[in-house]
């Protein structure tokens, strides 16, 4: 079982960046694909980005694309998402997640770990 705590979450304007960190433990962490889904109230849970377990493989939901940056750091066994050019429609709670990407150009899952979530909120 992997542990996952977020942090970095807040309230931004629209236009603005927020910077998710997320904090793995466990012995399988390194080997695993890591992500941030979101959920807005009413909705369903979404991959936003994952980057598979060596860093050389990453995807991003199309509500990421040229705006997210997804990343991982196996030293300091962390995952982060840069959130650029933030919009109201981004407000959502953000969940670190871990699980498996195996072949492909997404992660096949299943994401069977999950964070608390932390709140991004983006007013207009």
């Known amino acids: 079982q992997v542990q996952l705590v977020e942090s970095g979450g807040g309230l931004v304007q629209a236009g603005g960046s927020l910077r998710l960190s997320c904090a793995a433990s466990?012995?399988?962490?390194?080997?695993?694909?890591l992500a941030w889904f979101r959920q807005a109230p009413g909705k369903e849970r979404d991959l936003v980005a994952a980057i598979n377990w060596s860093g050389a493989l990453t995807y991003y939901g199309d509500s990421a694309k040229g705006r997210f940056t997804i990343s991982r750091d196996d030293a300091e066994s962390t995952v982060s998402l840069q959130m650029n050019s933030l919009k109201p429609e981004d407000t959502a709670v953000y969940y670190c997640?871990?699980?498996?990407?195996?072949?492909?150009?997404?992660?096949?899952?299943?994401?069977?770990?999950w964070g608390q979530g932390t709140q991004v909120t983006v007013s207009s």
């Open positions: 997640a871990a699980g498996y990407w195996r072949v492909g150009r997404s992660p096949d899952g299943p994401f069977d770990s």
């Open positions: 466990g012995r399988t962490a390194r080997t695993l694909a």
